[in-house]
């Protein structure tokens, strides 16, 4: 698998958030998804960076532009050094919120794209990888 | 301050969301829509989201707010314009915006803001048969 194209930006405060939708839009257009491919990257990384945001104590995104031979794929990588997720089942459960939401960013996020991964300990921080190929 | 603009016509406000929009615009908006529709006893509110390319739990939640606030209010809230990628995205999310009365266009959901004032209407003359009947209440 090769990387095409790389990028970083932080996710510390609220208006970082329309910088993430805009350069993840922005990598999807490059890579030609399809508008509601794009849609359901740009909502999947708004969610996941929201929870980095609120939860993780902001962190960082790294966007990777892959190629496998055979398809384009959007990887993105959202870190944090925040208090962890003790239960990783639990907290993928639609409707379980630790906080105000409704509880459907991370098992939504599942749905939104065709990889995802979670990493995570306990005072450590979190690390949320999820990923996109062109069809 | 930023502010989205909101748009009076007649006993309805109209917001046209044109930019995506960072927390606190989201969160400013939904207070000053409530003062709005104290201020005019608005009896409808349009939301258009034709402009947003992505809607998120965030923003779902706050149309969502802005319904329920505008309910205790007496005021009908229609969501209008929403892009079929963003309609798409948002029922594989989990979000089905209960409680959010939706149209295509900004003309059908007056239409259904209009229907809802006259059904109401007819609701309050089927109450108040002399109030009705001497013509002197105001529209
Ligand atoms: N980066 C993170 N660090 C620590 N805890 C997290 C992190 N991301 C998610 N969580 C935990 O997982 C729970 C579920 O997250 P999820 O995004 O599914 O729902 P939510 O954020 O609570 O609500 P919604 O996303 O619907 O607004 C959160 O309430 C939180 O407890
Ligand atoms: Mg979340």
Redesign the interface.
């Known amino acids: 698998m090769e990387v095409l194209k790389s990028d970083s930006l932080p996710i510390r405060t ?2 970082d ?2 910088s993430v ?2 350069s993840v ?1 922005k990598f999807a257009t490059e890579l030609r998804f399809g ?2 491919d ?3 990257i ?2 999947a990384a ?2 996941i960076a ?1 929870n980095t945001l609120d939860y993780g104590r902001g962190g960082d995104l790294r966007m990777e532009a892959l190629s496998n031979g055979t398809k384009r794929g959007l990887r993105l990588i959202f870190t944090d050094r925040g208090p962890g997720i003790r239960d990783i089942e639990r907290a993928l459960t ?1 409707g379980f919120t630790s906080g105000n ?2 509880g ?2 991370l ?3 599942r ?2 794209m065709d990889e995802f991964e979670i990493a995570s300990k306990v005072n450590e921080g979190t690390t949320v990888t999820i990923t996109k190929w062109s069809r | 301050m930023e502010h989205i603009p909101i748009l009076r016509m007649g006993s309805f406000l109209l917001i046209t969301v044109q930019v995506d929009m960072h927390d606190r615009l989201a969160l400013q908006l939904q207070d000053d829509l409530t003062e709005r529709i104290v201020q005019h006893g608005s009896h409808g509110v349009l939301i258009d989201i034709s402009a947003l390319e992505v809607v998120d739990s965030f923003i779902g939640r706050m149309l969502g707010n802005i319904a329920s606030m505008s309910r205790v209010l007496d005021a009908q809230t229609v969501v209008v314009g929403m892009r079929p990628a963003v309609a798409i995205t948002l029922v594989e999310l989990g979000m089905s915006l209960p409680g959010i009365r939706t149209a295509l266009t900004v003309e059908r959901g007056m239409e259904i803001l209009r229907g809802d004032v006259e059904n109401s209407m007819q609701e309050l003359e089927a109450e108040e048969p002399e109030r009705a009947a001497d013509g002197s209440s105001e529209v």
Do not use: P, Y
Request: no cysteine; glycine share 14%; proline share 0%.
């Open positions: 609220s208006e958030m329309v939708r805009t839009r508008i509601v794009q849609t359901k740009v909502t708004s969610e929201r639609d939401g409704m459907l960013g098992g939504g996020t749905r939104l």
